[in-house]
C-alpha cells in the first residue's frame, strides 16, 4: 500500500513563498504522473499541478508563473516551489497520481497566506 506524507506547509505573508514535500513510500513512483492538489476552506479539492516522470509539467492557470512542480525519482518525492503566495492560495495541499488520484490521500500540509 503506497502512503503519501506531505510537509512543509506553514503561515505566509502575501508574497512569500514556501516549498512543499511529498514522500512516497511504495512504487508510486515508478507509475508515472504525480499531482499536487489542494483544498481550500469550503471549496472542493482540486488538482493545480502534474509531472510525469519524465518531468513534463502541466499548471492550473491560477498558478500558472508562480508555483514549480518537481519530482526526484530516486527519493520517491516530489515538491512543490511556491512563490509570490497571494491569499487565495490559502488552502490544504496534498499530493497524489494525476490527474486522476488513485492512491489514498495522506493527511495534506496547510498553507496559509495573511494579507
Known amino acids: 500500500q503506497v502512503q503519501l506524507v506531505e510537509s512543509g506547509g506553514g503561515s505566509v505573508q502575501a508574497g512569500g513563498s514556501l516549498t512543499l514535500s511529498c514522500a512516497a513510500s511504495?512504487?508510486?513512483?515508478?507509475?508515472?504522473?504525480m499531482g499536487w492538489y489542494r483544498q481550500a476552506p469550503g471549496k472542493q479539492r482540486e488538482l493545480i499541478a502534474t509531472?510525469?516522470?519524465?518531468?513534463?509539467?502541466i499548471y492550473q492557470d491560477s498558478v500558472k508563473g508562480r508555483f514549480t512542480i518537481s519530482r526526484d525519482n530516486a527519493k520517491n518525492t516530489v515538491y512543490l516551489q511556491m512563490t509570490t503566495l497571494k491569499s487565495e492560495d490559502t488552502a490544504v495541499y496534498y499530493c497524489n497520481t494525476g490527474p486522476h488520484a488513485t492512491y489514498n490521500w495522506g493527511q495534506g500540509t496547510q498553507v496559509t497566506v495573511s494579507s
Open positions: 509531472i510525469t516522470r519524465g518531468g513534463i509539467t
Open positions: 511504495g512504487s508510486a513512483f515508478s507509475i508515472g504522473t
